[in-house]
């Protein structure tokens, strides 16, 4: 069974940094796209940053130049560096695979961008 399992988010100053990991098990983690979704209550889930199966990335426009998405196929594990945090960051952030059809989630982390 797929599982997903988010690490890292906490509360950051404006301008702060910090790095979200996401633990995958389950599947041929290296073979499938994986994303980082965040949402706010009252908001639809939003994507943030992919990074398919040979390394290629795109970014949602809000955070381009500022949030990195890097992945580990040895540890399978899913990284989201975030730099020049600014406080609409401030979300769950969720890992996600689409695996065979399926959509799978992880728990969240609370990233919070507050002075």
């Not at 979200?20 to 889930?45: E, H, I, V």
């Not at 940053?49 to 390394?55: F, L, Y």
Request: charged share 20%; with cysteine; hydrophobic share 30%.
């Amino acid at each position: 069974q797929v599982r997903l399992v988010e690490s890292g988010g906490g509360s950051v100053q404006p301008g702060g940094s910090l790095r979200l990991s996401c633990a995958a098990s389950g599947m041929n983690f290296r073979l499938y796209a994986m994303d980082w979704y965040r949402q706010t209550p009252g908001k639809q889930r939003e994507l943030v940053a992919r990074i398919t199966s040979d390394g290629s990335t795109n970014y949602a426009d809000s955070v381009k130049g500022r949030f990195t998405i890097s992945r580990d196929n040895v540890r399978w594990r899913l990284f989201l560096q975030m730099n020049s945090l600014r406080p609409e960051d401030t979300a769950a952030y969720y890992c996600h695979v689409k695996y065979r059809d399926l959509d799978f989630w992880g728990q969240g982390t609370q990233v919070t961008v507050s002075s």
